[in-house]
């Protein structure tokens, strides 16, 4: 080998080095580009330091050199951690939002729909180049949530393009305005509906997912449904359309059986009493592994009773009331913050939920051992169990009695679950020739709390949402939807202002008139 090639291995490696990390910090091409470029470099610095260990020995204990070779040597050792501690970080992200409301964070939904990728899955951001500061301003936005989504996980391909130098790719994604953010998996595409974080998750399930689940509405008897002009379900189907349901109604007297391809039933507030045989459909249908979630309304004289009682599961025809955990003093709308550990709401904390005019759900054990029971949530211990629905309906003030109503120290169950498991999965033996469907069911005492007029806080979204989610099996969903943070305004007094100027111009002000005396007297000296 050559002296010339054997002193330039060195360099070489050092070149490579750099340019390794100045493309995995900007994030140019495939990461494996970078890390195999970092690696090269470092093999190449390895072998230059080992063909020309010699020369290297005399520049470091040669008498020449030896005065700068310990300062040529540190900064060398410097530059290389500083590069090594460099490429490291923009490799291994770590990031903190500290902001109230968690602005600048992914929600905590995201975060498991992005771990749960079993593949690579693109997303493509096309911006133009923005000229006013409206449009600038909203693409740093966009751009800067794209760039957290490729932080979350090493399965998400980011690109971020412009339409007009990159035509051939606009194109081929039906780009027609700007910005559009694209998510796509092999061939299979998807336009987001939006730059926002909702529509980016949704457009990463829609490529993601074999199967577009169904989840139909229940009506025909006075339910809330999504078509319902005022006090429906309206905004409750607008977020499952975005998690990539498929809603829809059913009017369940005009077809035989519940369709084959329902995923989840949703039956709430009945204000009237189901058929015969709209209750014999719903039995066989729960009893063949049916997902329902019921939401009853205490003062509706519509009962679910020959539906929920085979699976132990009951609402009470009481309505609860709570003089101090009542929303702005009424009694009938309590707050709840006490839940249990169930996935659907071990995420809340102590976070608010609230409850206009609801009743008191139990659960009871029954004949069958492969059913299983589990509170959601309870009210707080002040609460009762008002058994005098007349007196509710007239508006009158509710005044515990214990002979007839009922209070728990441990709080009243607004919601409760059940569930069969598979006889695979169950201690029992399984019977002879037989064969059984996990059902799911999910029993709230109020169906209000999940109506257009209760969606705005977000944590009865999330129930209702989690419930639906828990039910139709995509516990991946589950959790915590962001919420902006609340903007503050920080109001200051002017006698705070003009403390606060005191001690920030003080000090230098003193600096300044102590150097001025010092340089005064030593200019008499």
């Not at 990463?204 to 339910?223: C, D, P, W, Y």
């Not at 977020?239 to 369709?259: D, I, M, T, W």
Request: aromatic share 8%.
């Amino acid at each position: 080998m050559s002296s010339a090639l054997r002193r330039g291995i060195g360099p070489a490696g050092l070149v490579l080095a750099i340019i390794a990390s100045i493309l995995n910090t900007l994030r140019i091409g495939p990461g494996s580009l970078s890390l195999g470029l970092f690696v090269g470099g470092c093999l190449l610095l390895a072998a230059g330091a080992a063909f020309n260990r010699r020369e290297l020995w005399s520049i470091l204990v040669g008498g020449g050199v030896r005065a700068g070779t310990g300062t040529t040597f540190y900064a060398a050792v410097i530059f290389g951690l500083v590069i090594l501690v460099n490429f490291i970080a923009n490799r291994h992200h770590i990031r903190r939002d500290l902001t109230a409301g968690g602005s600048f964070a992914l929600s905590e939904q995201t975060r498991k729909v992005v771990d749960s990728l079993d593949g690579p899955v693109k997303i493509v951001g096309f911006f133009k180049k923005a000229e006013d500061a409206a449009r600038l301003s909203l693409g740093e936005s966009a751009r800067s949530r794209l760039r957290e989504y490729g932080f979350l996980s090493s399965q998400i391909q980011l690109e971020i393009l412009d339409p007009v130098t990159e035509p051939g790719l606009a194109t081929r994604y039906a780009v027609r305005q700007d910005p559009t953010i694209v998510v796509a998996r092999g061939e299979k595409f998807v336009q987001a509906g939006g730059t926002d974080e909702g529509s980016i998750t949704s457009a990463i399930l829609a490529v993601t997912r074999n199967r577009q689940k169904k989840v139909l509405f229940m009506s025909g008897h006075g339910e809330k449904v999504p078509s319902q002009a005022t006090g429906g379900y309206a905004e409750g189907a607008k977020a499952l359309a975005g998690l990539g349901y498929e809603v829809g109604e059913l009017v369940l007297s005009q077809v035989a059986a519940v369709p084959s391809d329902c995923d989840v039933l949703i039956v709430a507030g009945p204000e009237g009493p189901l058929l015969p045989e709209e209750e014999a459909a719903l039995r066989s249908w729960l009893e063949g592994g049916g997902r329902l979630l019921a939401l009853t309304e205490p003062l509706s004289p519509a009962r679910l009773d020959t539906i929920l009682d085979p699976w132990g599961l009951r609402a009470l025809p009481m309505v609860i009331a709570d003089r101090k955990s009542g929303l702005r003093g009424s009694v009938y709308t309590p707050i709840v913050t006490h839940y249990e550990k169930h996935p659907i709401v071990q995420s809340f904390g102590s976070n608010q939920t609230l409850f206009p005019t609801v009743g008191p759900v139990e659960w009871f054990e029954t004949r069958d051992p492969l059913i299983y029971h589990e509170t959601l949530a309870r009210t707080g211990p002040d609460a009762w169990a008002e058994s005098d629905l007349a007196g509710v309906r007239a508006g009158a003030s509710p005044n515990y009695e214990s002979a007839t109503d009922h209070m728990d120290n441990a709080g009243l169950p607004i919601g409760v679950v059940t569930f069969r498991r598979n006889w695979q999965d169950a201690a029992a033996p399984q019977g002879a020739g037989e064969s059984k469907e996990e059902t799911r069911i999910v029993l709230f005492g109020d169906s209000d709390f999940a109506s257009d007029e209760s969606w705005q806080n977000q944590w009865n979204s999330n129930l209702f949402l989690n419930a639906v989610n828990w039910l139709a099996q995509e516990e991946v969903l589950i959790g915590s939807r962001q919420a902006a943070g609340d903007e503050r305004a920080l109001v200051l007094s002017h006698r705070f202002v003009n403390r606060s100027l005191a001690l920030l111009v003080t000090p230098p002000i003193a600096v300044a008139l102590a150097g001025l005396v010092v340089w005064w007297r030593r200019r008499k000296l």
